[in-house]
């Protein structure tokens, strides 16, 4: 299977990898896959307690090219939005973006639940209650 | 100068060996004819053509060439051999004997032959790949017709105790059918010496054409008969109707002849290559052999990098470097391959693991190559892997709850 110049883009030139100090108040983590399924996706979030904005992201991917660019992407994106913002990432836009195969989905589907992931610990770390989010269906 | 992409997975396919192709080109269209008509010059010198190469095939397995049946393939040499004698054999009993390691041609035919009313028996293997002998003594019973185990194992290269399987086999009144597709023309085998009844094996293999491939059927002590699974003209004495494929039986003919011919300064230098790459590759941290590396092909090595997915790592390098993987990631398929997962390998290193097959074509340039590039991407991937950071935090990774995926 032939991946697309984008998933190579990203997968040779990881936009964000890296480590937020998942103790700070600020960041938001999301840990998402599991290994014996062949994806494990962390990414983080900081957001800046006055505005609201995601000022950083980062993430770790185990998996395959389109996980790591899934995240990678995930992360360009999640930068310089509102949490707000941020909720309303889908994980279709990921595969238009990146033209994903149809047998790749999944890695969409994990990135936007790493993104809700992330936002819940955000939230559930600053006092505020966990969005309750319908289970994802492609899994 | 070294030419990329450069080609390990020879035991998915082998390029074919020039000489092999020389021997076939006057068979296309000068030689055309069918080696079944009697009556004239064309079909005599297509007879003649595939009487030599029968020959060929059967010196290299140490067998008379009235032994040798063509087919299109180990495939169909593998259904031919399972179907053939339980049909055979109907009166005798239902009861064959595999391992859960063995090629797809045989479990999925075990699988048809269970439809059909058969029954059979699926052995564990051990962590090294090898069967237990005792436990596979212990399966047979009144109505065992047939042990099928394979010669050597296509993703892990481990080397079954042929003989050995063949002792108690015959002990006990059992055929015993081996899947010879990866072990034959690299490893000496001789179907005599290891005691085998019938075996498939292919010429794609071994340097030769695609889509020609034999099954030996031994004609004394004992006198195996196998029922035909394809019906017409009574071709190879009535096991395998279909005209023959004569330009490719004559392939397979040479290439069997080459095989024997290097054979022996084929594996000594494929087997330096393949244990610099591997002692190379061994350097990085928590790298593993999968299967035993004793008992097992020259050519082959199958190593699990922790915490790296295996086709994330082969994207890194695919574009130069011909490899497989045992990790399956596609929504289609998440399980990663059933022979690592016999071992006893968790799924993690099951997705994390690369398969290397060397071949009478490699050269040591090619093996430097790789083993900087799959190193650095090893390294690379690492550095992005979450499992990896945990690891080197001392976290334990299977006490973690992962999210239902």
């Given at each position: 299977m032939a991946y697309s110049e984008k998933v190579i883009d990203h997968y040779q030139n990881?936009?964000?990898?890296g480590t937020l100090?998942?103790?700070?108040?600020?960041v938001g983590t999301g840990l998402v896959g599991a290994p014996e399924c062949g994806d494990v996706m962390r990414l983080q979030i900081e957001v800046d307690?006055?505005?609201?904005?995601?000022?950083d992201a980062k993430f770790k991917t185990f998996g395959c090219g389109s996980a790591i660019a899934s995240s990678s992407l995930a992360t360009e994106w999640l930068k310089g939005k509102s949490v707000d913002e941020a909720?309303?990432?889908?994980n279709m836009d990921i595969v238009e973006e990146l033209n994903l195969p149809p047998v790749k989905i999944h890695c969409s589907v994990l990135a936007e639940d790493a993104i809700k992931a992330a936002i819940n610990d955000y939230r559930t770390k600053n006092g505020m209650e966990a969005i309750k989010f319908e289970e994802s269906v492609v899994h | 100068m070294l030419k990329l992409?450069?080609?390990?997975?020879n035991n998915a396919t082998t390029p074919m060996d020039p000489r092999v192709f020389e021997a076939m080109?006057?068979?296309?269209?000068?030689?055309?004819?069918?080696?079944?008509?009697?009556?004239h010059p064309f079909g005599w010198e297509a007879e003649e053509a595939v009487d030599y190469a029968r020959e060929q095939v059967a010196k290299l397995i140490g067998a008379?060439?009235?032994?040798i049946i063509f087919t299109s393939g180990a495939t169909e040499a593998d259904n031919l051999a399972l179907k053939g004698v339980y049909e055979m054999y109907a009166s005798k009993g239902n009861h064959i004997i595999t391992a859960t390691t063995e090629h797809k041609a045989v479990l999925d035919t075990c699988k048809h032959i269970e439809k059909m009313g058969g029954e059979v028996t699926y052995l564990q293997v051990k962590p090294d790949g090898l069967i237990d002998l005792k436990e596979l003594e212990a399966a047979?019973?009144?109505?065992?017709i047939l042990i099928s185990i394979m010669y050597?194992?296509?993703?892990?290269?481990t080397v079954m105790p042929i003989p050995e399987i063949s002792a108690i086999a015959r002990k006990n009144g059992v055929l015993l059918f081996t899947d010879g597709t990866q072990a034959v023309g690299k490893i000496p085998v001789d179907v005599n010496k290891d005691g085998i009844d019938l075996m498939a094996f292919t010429a794609h293999k071994m340097y030769g054409p695609k889509g020609v491939g034999a099954l030996y059927v031994r004609r004394?002590?004992?006198r195996v008969k196998v029922t035909a699974q394809m019906d017409g003209g009574g071709h190879e004495r009535g096991m395998r109707s279909g005209t023959l494929n004569v330009p490719g039986i004559v392939g397979f003919g040479k290439a069997c002849e080459l095989c024997m011919l290097e054979m022996e300064a084929d594996t000594k230098r494929i087997s330096i290559l393949r244990d610099k790459l591997e002692t190379e590759l061994l350097k990085l941290e928590e790298a593993y052999v999968n299967g035993s590396r004793e008992h097992r092909l020259p050519h082959v090595a199958n190593i699990s990098f922790k915490h790296v997915e295996g086709e994330g790592l082969l994207m890194g390098f695919n574009k130069n470097i011909a490899l497989s993987s045992g990790s399956a990631c596609t929504s289609a398929s998440l399980e990663p391959s059933y022979v690592l997962k016999a071992l006893g390998l968790g799924d993690d290193l099951a997705h994390s693991s690369l398969r290397f097959g060397l071949g009478r074509f490699t050269n040591e340039e090619q093996i430097d190559y790789t083993i900087k590039a799959i190193s650095e991407t090893v390294l690379k991937l690492r550095e992005m892997s979450p499992l990896w950071e945990m690891y080197k935090e001392?976290?334990?990774?299977?006490?973690i709850e992962w999210a239902a995926h």
């Open positions: 990881p936009k964000n990898v100090d998942k103790s700070s108040k600020n307690d006055a505005t609201g904005m995601i000022t909720l309303k990432i889908d | 992409p450069i080609y390990l997975d080109t006057p068979y296309f269209m000068e030689h055309f004819g069918n080696a079944a008509s009697r009556n008379d060439p009235k032994e047979i019973k009144p109505t065992t050597a194992n296509n993703e892990i290269g004394k002590n004992p001392g976290i334990d990774l299977s006490t």
